[in-house]
Structures are given as structure tokens and as C-alpha cells.
């Protein structure tokens, strides 16, 4: 950026000179805007990179643009070029959004999608870019999203450059026709028209290919970074617990595909449609009808070009004044679909339960209760869109005529052509549409701002769970390592997420090589505790305490069985393959899954298709593979009869000699498996502590 500011700097200030020295204004203003465009330049070296990137972009152009310019002022332009010497007025356009982009940078919803979209080009994973016949090229991630931006802007660009041509051509083609002139009518038609349309037509079809393979790349890496960011330290987990950020699936899902895509059309079409706004409003300005103000002698230039801007203005206020509530309601009806979504998933998971139950009553009330809350809102929706949409339909009607009203008594009085009035209705028209882009979008506009809203909450509450992962000193349960075999905790008070403290630990240990077991009332926070042991409760302050490298496992009550293979669920967290066949069919013979051996690459809902007890059993299979150095047993037998539960406790402590085994459960028949005993006792204020007492047969 600094090397760029430079060289504006350089360009602005020769604009200047010649400018002084031909007497031209255009070429004196370029250079003025040039010296405006060096300070925002210069400051964009700490926008974000998002920005930056069009920043450059506007730079650049602004010294290629320029130079051409001051080198045709010189007389130094090639003559047989002459008619593509670019004029002042470009440089000087260029320059404007160049100074925009620093200005829009200041507006705090700019700066929110910038930084939801800059981490992609600073991406630095390996990647290539497909360039068709010459081959792929490998670059970085980052490298490739830049060159497609880049490359699209510059394509948008001509596209403007293009339907310029054309405008020029419906003038020609028209007065042609007026003239009744024939060979000027075919030639317009066959070689300025046919070239044009047909290199707009292939335009389009690269600009197709080019975004939508940008997109795709660019969601895929956004999906992934977030899957990353949302599963690492288990801040699913967290966010879940903490309620900071309701369906993450949506987010991760939904909104990093609109995000994208209005993402891309906003910025991009925002500059095409400026880039209209701007040459086609040169056009209007040069059509010579021009107004007196009333009761006055003055004279003001440029009148269809005046009219034109203020009617657009006033429309896009109104546009905004009505459309403004969109905002909010589209972001609860996004709302409410998710959580729709969500109830029939749950629905699904849990439909043994509901059916045994019978249960379809209240489910289908449920559904019933949550699609009314969508259809409620999208009442609301509908009556606030169709009050928008009466006011930018009028507009666009009113929109065919209004060119032709206004420029009617010049026509017939003779001081204009037919051709130049058709230039000017196709003129206005791209400057309506230009103008009218807010007004025509303004309901996508809604809906983008719902989702960067969702995007950056997302971000917030990843960014609230990592931080209670790191936590403060002393304010957080800290997991530290100690030199003994044993695991420590001291002065840990366990809160639930509204704060209410249920547990509080002045000192325990947990004796190395042993086989400890926690009891007491329901309730008394012995899952909590063994949360805290593993490191994914967040919520309190104190410290646990493990030797160095230990590999904890918690098998709970209800284990979770992934989708697909049973050879996945049993390997899992582990990959499917990572453990011999002949390993996995011994550790299923250990608890007694034997039977289900035949059917390890079987894809089946094992979750709902095994018994609770199998799940159980097969949940220790994976531990027999894993070889924790601590296993947490969390009720985890429970579903299993008091004699296979006996057996499959005996075959742990056989098989797995090294691990340190403690467990969580009521029955009396616990106790002969274990040596130690530690019970969740009350505190006079409401909370439990775990004490040692003697193991003593259970009465
Ligand atoms: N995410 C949570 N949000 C709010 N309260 C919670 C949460 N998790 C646990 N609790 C509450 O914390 C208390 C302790 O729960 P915990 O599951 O640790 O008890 P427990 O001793 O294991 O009970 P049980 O023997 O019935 O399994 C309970 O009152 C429970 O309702």
C-alpha cells in the first residue's frame, strides 16, 4: 500500500503540473482528487485486507488511468490510439472510489463484513487455480481469492465499458433510422451492435464461471474454518452451555452461504452500478436542455442529469423509511425456521422414545406451536413487504416514462433528436437502475444484514468459549499438570451457568492404579464433577490436577454412537481403520458384542438400532481400544443386568491393568468392584462435597 501511495502521490502531483501549465481543469482536478487519494491510501494501510484489496485495485487504476491521461494531454499518446486514450474523468472516477472505500471503511457494518470476509484472503493453505488449457497453477489460498477478485472487478469494470459502447450505438442506430440511412443503419447493426452484444454474451459467461467457483472455494473454507473454531476445545460445548448462540448449524450452514453470496453481489454490483452511476450520469450531463430557475435569469446546466439524481434520491429515502422494519424481521424468521428445523431433527433422533410414549400428540402440538410462530412473522413479513414492493413497483412504472416527460418540449420544440432522446431514456434507465439498486434490493439488503448479525454473534460467542478456555488466573478452573501418579483437585467450587454453586471440593485425590467409586443423592453434581475432571466444565473456579500427558476417557450413561459404519462407532473418536479388524472383533468379544462382529461395515442408525445395553457395552469396546490412563465410568453400566455388569467391570480391570477406573453408580452390587469409596455429602449451604469414606459393604 505504501509502495501504491507513492506512486499516486507521483501521479497526482504531474496531473497537477500539467494541469497548471495546459490550463485544463479536468486534468487540475484529477490531480487534486489524486492528492486526496494518496492520504486515503496511505491511512488504508490499517483497514482490513478485504477492503484493501479494492483499495489497491482503485490505486492502481487511478495511476494507469492517469498516466494515460496526462500522456495524451502531452501529446505523447500513440495517434493511431488516439480514440482509446483514456480521459480525465476516468482517472478522476477511479479516484473517488478509491477515497470512498477508505471513507465506507469508518461505517460500522463495513467493518463487520470486512472482517467476517478478510480471513479467507489471508489464507495461506495450499491451493491452485485452474487456468483451463495452460494447466493448474499452484498458489496459496489467500493468492487465488485475491486474483479472482481482482480479476472480476476489473471484469465488472468493462462490462460498464461495454454497455457505454452500446448506449453510443442506440444514439447512431437511431438517428440512422430517422435519416433513413441505410449503409450507417446495417453498419451499426452488423458491426458495431453484433461485435458489442456478442463480447457482452462471453463477458457474462466468464464472469459466471469465475464468481461461482469463487464462491464455492470461498465457502468451503469459511464452513471449515468455523466447523474448526466451533469443535476445538469443545466450544460447541461451551456456547451450548453458555446459550450465547442458538442453532450453530444454521450459521455454519445457511448464513456462510448468504453471507457469501450478498457478500459478492453487494461489493461487486455496488461497484458496477457506481461505475454506471457515474459514466452514464456524464452522458445525461451532456444532453444540452438546461433549466431557469423561476422568477430568475439563472441558468442551470445539466438539467436532466439534476432531475434525474433527485428524483432517485428522494425515492431511496422512501424506500428506506418503508423497508426499515425487514430488518429485524428477517432475522426472526430465519430464527424461527431454525428452530423448526431443529424440533423435527430432535423429533427424529428421539423417535423410539416418542412412539413408546406415544407421544405424537404433544410432539405434533409442539410443531404446531413453533410453525405458527413462523407463519405469525411471516404475516408481518408479507404486509411489510407488500407495502415496499407497491412503492418500487410504481417507481419502476413511473421510471418508463419519466425521461420522456421530461425531455418532451425540447424534443418537439426541435432542440433534440430522436436519437439522443432514445440515448437518454436508455441512459436514465441505467442510472435508475444504478440509483434504484438500494431500493430494488433493500429486501436482500435485510436479510444480508440478518446474517452478518448471526455471523458476528457466531464469532462472539467462539470467541467467549475460547476465552473461557484460556481464563483468567484464578477466576477459571484451571487444568495443570503435577509430577505424581495421582489426580488432585483443590479449592474447586463447580457453579451452575446461571452461578448458583452446587459443588465445592476443598481437597480430593484420586488415587493412580485404583478403582474408585462415586456416590450420592441425584443431583448432588457427581456428573458435573467428572465434567470438571475432563476439562469441559467451565463454569467456576479452582484447579484439577493431572500428571503430564494423561489420556482421560468418560464414557457416560448415554454414549454417543456417530453416523454410519459400526466399525465407526466402535473406532470412534479414533478414524474407522484405525485399529485392525481382528482388534476390534476381540474387543467386542470382551463385551460380549460378539455376535455383531459380521456386521462392522453394516451403515445402519446404531444409535437407534442397538439396545441401550449394547450401546453401553460397546461404548467399554472403545475403551478396551483407547487405553486410557483415567477412565470415568458415568453410570455407564447401568443398563446392563447386575451379573454382566459385574463380568464386564472384572474384564476392565484385567484387561486394562494400568488405567485408574472411577465410577458413578447407585447400585449396592458397585461397591465389591471397587476399592475406594467417595460420597457426595451436603453442605449446610446447599452445595455437595465429595469426602473419602471407608469402603464398608453395602447394607
Ligand atoms: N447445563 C446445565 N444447566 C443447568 N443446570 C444444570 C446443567 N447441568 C447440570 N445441571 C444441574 O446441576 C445439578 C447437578 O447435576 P449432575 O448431573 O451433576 O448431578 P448427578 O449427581 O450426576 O445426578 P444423577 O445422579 O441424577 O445423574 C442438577 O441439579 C442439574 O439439574
Given at each position: 500500500m505504501r509502495l501504491l501511495s507513492f506512486a499516486v502521490a507521483a501521479l497526482a502531483l504531474i496531473a497537477l503540473v500539467v494541469g497548471q501549465q495546459s490550463g485544463s481543469t479536468g486534468m487540475l482536478g484529477m490531480g487534486v482528487v489524486g492528492v486526496l487519494l494518496t492520504v486515503a491510501t496511505w491511512r488504508s494501510a490499517g483497514i482490513s485486507y478485504f477492503l484493501k484489496i479494492f483499495s489497491g485495485i482503485f490505486g492502481t487504476e487511478y495511476v494507469i488511468f492517469g498516466l494515460g491521461a496526462v500522456l495524451s494531454q502531452v501529446g505523447w499518446w500513440p495517434q493511431a490510439w488516439a480514440a482509446a486514450a483514456p480521459p480525465t474523468s476516468l482517472g478522476t472516477t477511479v479516484a473517488v472510489f478509491g477515497i470512498l472505500i477508505y471513507v465506507i471503511s469508518f461505517v460500522p457494518v463495513v467493518r463487520r463484513i470486512a472482517d467476517l470476509a478478510s480471513p479467507y484472503f489471508l489464507a495461506q493453505d495450499p491451493s491452485s487455480m485452474n487456468l483451463g488449457p495452460l494447466g493448474r497453477y499452484p498458489m496459496k489460498l489467500g493468492h487465488f481469492a485475491v486474483a479472482a477478485v481482482v480479476f472480476l472487478i476489473v471484469l465488472n469494470q468493462a462490462q460498464v465499458g461495454i454497455s457505454l459502447r452500446i448506449n453510443f450505438f442506440y444514439r447512431d442506430f437511431y438517428n440512422a433510422l430517422q435519416e433513413k440511412n441505410a449503409p450507417v443503419f446495417w453498419d451499426q447493426l452488423i458491426n458495431v451492435f453484433g461485435v458489442w452484444a456478442a463480447i457482452s454474451v462471453i463477458s457474462v459467461l466468464i464472469e459466471t464461471v469465475a464468481n461461482s467457483v469463487l464462491l464455492i472455494r470461498w465457502r468451503e473454507w469459511m464452513a471449515a474454518e468455523y466447523n474448526k473454531r466451533w469443535l476445538q476445545n469443545s466450544n460447541h460445548y461451551r456456547i451450548s452451555l453458555a446459550?450465547?448462540?442458538?442453532n450453530p448449524d444454521q450459521r455454519i450452514s445457511e448464513d456462510t452461504r448468504s453471507f457469501l453470496n450478498q457478500t459478492y453481489a453487494f461489493s461487486l454490483t455496488l461497484i458496477t452500478q457506481v461505475s454506471t452511476l457515474v459514466s452514464f450520469s456524464i452522458i445525461l450531463w451532456s444532453i444540452p436542455v438546461a433549466i431557469t430557475v423561476p422568477g430568475t435569469d439563472i441558468v442551470i446546466p445539466g438539467f436532466i442529469f439534476w432531475a434525474t439524481l433527485i428524483y432517485a434520491a428522494i425515492a431511496t429515502w422512501i424506500t428506506h423509511l418503508i423497508g426499515k422494519p425487514l430488518i429485524g424481521l428477517e432475522f426472526e424468521q430465519e430464527r424461527r425456521e431454525a428452530n423448526f428445523r431443529f424440533s423435527l431433527a430432535r423429533l427424529r433422533e428421539y423417535s423410539e422414545q416418542i412412539a413408546l410414549m406415544r407421544g405424537e400428540t404433544a410432539e405434533r402440538r409442539h410443531l404446531g406451536e413453533t410453525f405458527g410462530g413462523i407463519v405469525t412473522n411471516f404475516y408481518n413479513l408479507l404486509w411489510r413487504r407488500l407495502k415496499l414492493t407497491t412503492f418500487t413497483l410504481s417507481y419502476n412504472q413511473a421510471n418508463v416514462v419519466i425521461p420522456f416527460l421530461l425531455l418532451a418540449p425540447y424534443y418537439f420544440a426541435g432542440a433534440i433528436a430522436f436519437g439522443v432522446l432514445t440515448q437518454v431514456s436508455s441512459a436514465f434507465g441505467r442510472v435508475e437502475t444504478a440509483m434504484s439498486f438500494f431500493i430494488n434490493s433493500y429486501q436482500s439488503i435485510a436479510s444480508y444484514l440478518a446474517s452478518i448479525n448471526r455471523l458476528t454473534t457466531f464469532e462472539t460467542a467462539i470467541a467467549q468459549a475460547e476465552a473461557q478456555a484460556a481464563g483468567a488466573p484464578g477466576a477459571n478452573i484451571e487444568m495443570d499438570e503435577q509430577p505424581g501418579p495421582d489426580a488432585k483437585v483443590k479449592d474447586l467450587t463447580l457453579n451452575l451457568?446461571?452461578?448458583?454453586?452446587?459443588v465445592t471440593v476443598p481437597e480430593l485425590t484420586l488415587p493412580a492404579g485404583r478403582a474408585t467409586l462415586v456416590i450420592g443423592?441425584?443431583?448432588?453434581g457427581k456428573s458435573t464433577l467428572f465434567r470438571a475432571l475432563s476439562g469441559i466444565w467451565p463454569f467456576g473456579k479452582g484447579q484439577v490436577e493431572t500428571p503430564a500427558d494423561t489420556r482421560m476417557l468418560l464414557l457416560p450413561q448415554r454414549p454417543y454412537l456417530p453416523q454410519g459404519t459400526l466399525r465407526a462407532a466402535i473406532a470412534y473418536p479414533a478414524?474407522?481403520?484405525?485399529?485392525p479388524d481382528a482388534e476390534l472383533r476381540a474387543a467386542m468379544d470382551k463385551v460380549k458384542l460378539?455376535?455383531?462382529?459380521?456386521?462392522?461395515d453394516e451403515v445402519d442408525l446404531w444409535g437407534q438400532r442397538l439396545s441401550g445395553g449394547e450401546q453401553q457395552r460397546l461404548a467399554v469396546a472403545r475403551a478396551l481400544l483407547a487405553k486410557p490412563d483415567w477412565l470415568f465410568l458415568d453410570?455407564?453400566?447401568?443398563?446392563?443386568d447386575e451379573k454382566l455388569e459385574g463380568e464386564i467391570y472384572a474384564m476392565i480391570r484385567r484387561e486394562l491393568p494400568q488405567t485408574s477406573v472411577v465410577s458413578i453408580g447407585?447400585?449396592?452390587?458397585l461397591r465389591e468392584m471397587h476399592e475406594e469409596l467417595i460420597a457426595m455429602e451436603r453442605n449446610p449451604d446447599g452445595t455437595h462435597s465429595p469426602r473419602v469414606r471407608a469402603m464398608e459393604p453395602a447394607a
Open positions: 446459550g450465547t448462540a442458538d451457568p446461571n452461578g448458583t454453586p452446587i443423592p441425584s443431583g448432588s478414524e474407522p481403520d484405525a485399529f460378539g455376535h455383531l462382529a459380521e456386521r462392522l453410570e455407564a453400566t447401568a443398563s446392563l447407585h447400585r449396592s452390587t
